[in-house]
C-alpha cells in the first residue's frame, strides 16, 4: 500500500514544460463487493486547463487521454501441459512477481495514433508488457509465458485495452466509462490518466479507489486467510450436516 501512495504521488508530477494540468474526478472511491455483487461501473471525468502560475487563459489542442486502470499486485504462476504417454501433465512454469491482478486501458483513440511504441514502453501503458520478466526464466520464456497470463487474464475481463473509449465533450473536457466484472479482485486500485499532445505526455494525474468485501464475503475471506484450519473445518463439518439434512428431506 506503502508503494502505490507513493507512486500515486510521484504520477500527480506535471512537467512544467507543458503549461498544462489536469483536473480530474472519479465517480467513486469505494468499490463494495456484497452476495449480489454484479459488477460496477465508474465514471472519469477531467479537464485539460493552464498549467498553475502561467500567464496563459486556456491550452490549445488537439488533446488525446490514456486512462489506465491498476489493480493490486500479487504473484502468477504459469504452467504449459504437454502430452507425456498419454496423458496431459504440467513439463514446465514461469513464477512472476507482482503482476497486476487488474490492468485495463481506455483511450481516445487508437494508441499508435496518440504517441509512438517507445513512449507506450517508457510509460507502461500496454497490458501485454504488465509480467514482466521472470528472474528465473529468462527474455524468451518469460515472453512467451507472460503472453499466456495477459490471454488468460484477459478472457476473464481483467486485462484489455478499450480504443475510443475517452470521449470529448469539447476540446479539453472529456469522460469514460469503465464496467469492473463481477469477480473483480478486491484490493486497493490506481487510475492513472495521461494526457497527450503531437504524441508526447503534456500532464498526468493518479487517483486511488478502493474494490474491498463487507458482510459476510468480508468475513469468510478474512477467516479463510487468518484462521484457515478454521476455515476448512467449518467448512466440512457445513458440507456434510447439509449433505445429511438434503439425505433426511428427499427421504421423506
Known amino acids: 500500500?506503502?508503494?502505490?501512495?507513493?507512486?500515486?504521488?510521484?504520477?500527480?508530477?506535471?512537467?512544467?514544460?507543458?503549461?498544462?494540468?489536469?483536473?480530474?474526478?472519479l465517480s467513486t472511491d469505494t468499490v463494495q463487493i456484497t452476495s449480489s455483487f454484479s459488477g460496477e461501473t465508474l465514471s472519469f471525468f477531467g479537464n485539460i486547463a493552464p498549467d498553475a502560475g502561467t500567464a496563459e487563459r486556456y491550452v490549445e489542442g488537439p488533446f488525446h487521454v490514456v486512462v489506465v486502470v491498476i489493480g493490486p499486485t500479487m504473484q502468477r504462476v504459469a504452467r504449459r501441459k504437454s502430452n507425456v504417454w498419454g496423458?496431459?501433465?504440467?513439463?514446465?512454469?514461469?513464477v512472476f512477481d507482482d503482476v497486476p491482478s487488474y490492468f485495463r486501458v481506455l483511450s481516445s483513440d487508437k494508441l499508435t495514433e496518440i504517441t509512438d511504441p517507445v513512449t507506450l514502453a517508457t510509460e507502461n501503458i500496454l497490458p501485454e508488457a504488465q509480467p514482466g520478466l521472470s528472474a528465473e526464466a529468462g527474455w524468451w520464456r518469460s515472453t512467451v509465458f507472460g503472453r499466456e497470463i495477459v490471454r488468460l487474464l484477459g478472457r476473464r475481463g481483467f486485462y484489455g485495452l478499450d480504443e475510443n473509449a475517452v470521449n470529448f465533450q469539447s476540446d479539453t473536457v472529456y469522460s469514460a466509462r469503465l464496467t469492473l466484472p463481477s469477480d473483480t479482485p478486491p484490493g486497493p486500485y490506481i487510475a492513472l490518466t495521461y494526457v497527450f499532445k503531437d504524441g508526447a505526455v503534456v500532464a498526468r494525474k493518479s487517483e486511488g479507489f478502493g474494490v474491498r468485501k463487507i458482510g459476510f464475503e468480508r468475513f469468510l475471506g478474512t477467516a479463510a486467510r487468518q484462521q484457515p484450519l478454521l476455515y476448512g473445518v467449518v467448512c466440512v463439518t457445513l458440507a456434510v450436516f447439509v449433505g445429511w439434512l438434503?439425505?433426511?428431506?428427499f427421504r421423506r
Open 246 to 249: 438434503g439425505g433426511v428431506i
Open 87 to 94: 496423458l496431459w501433465l504440467n513439463t514446465e512454469q514461469v
Open 1 to 25: 500500500m506503502a508503494a502505490l501512495l507513493v507512486l500515486s504521488g510521484w504520477l500527480c508530477w506535471t512537467d512544467p514544460a507543458s503549461a498544462a494540468r489536469l483536473v480530474s474526478l
